[in-house]
């Protein structure tokens, strides 16, 4: 396409790469049908290996997507991240992640 619409709010490839080895309080996926919050897991880090953008929670893999295909945006009291993606199959998977130390505002890093 030409005219490529921006994601406004969503982080590079370079913002997620700074977040390797942020550490989390916890991750929570929506589901999009009900509507109901499930908790994924506590302590647990964030993963930027290769091309790949995967949460971790107590050594379990509960969210990784390609990092050119992920979008990551901060919450709004910049006390987290939500990520989301969709695979090829069609599948939608969005999370909720907490920072462990309050607010740390990546995306407002030089």
């Known amino acids: 396409m030409l005219f490529k619409k921006k994601n406004k709010g969503c982080m590079t490839v370079e913002q997620l790469k700074k977040m390797d080895k942020t550490t989390l309080k916890y991750v929570t ?57 969709t695979d090829s199959s069609g599948a939608h998977r969005s999370i909720v992640a907490k920072y462990t130390d309050g607010t740390v505002a990546f995306s407002r890093k030089k």
């Open 29 to 85: 996926e929506r589901d999009p049908e009900s509507g109901r919050e499930s908790r994924l897991g506590d302590a647990g880090a964030v993963n930027v290996m290769g091309r790949d953008f995967t949460v971790v929670c107590l050594g379990k893999t509960v969210f990784s997507a390609p990092l050119t295909e992920v979008r990551v945006g901060e919450l709004m009291d910049l006390s987290g991240f939500t990520a989301s993606y």
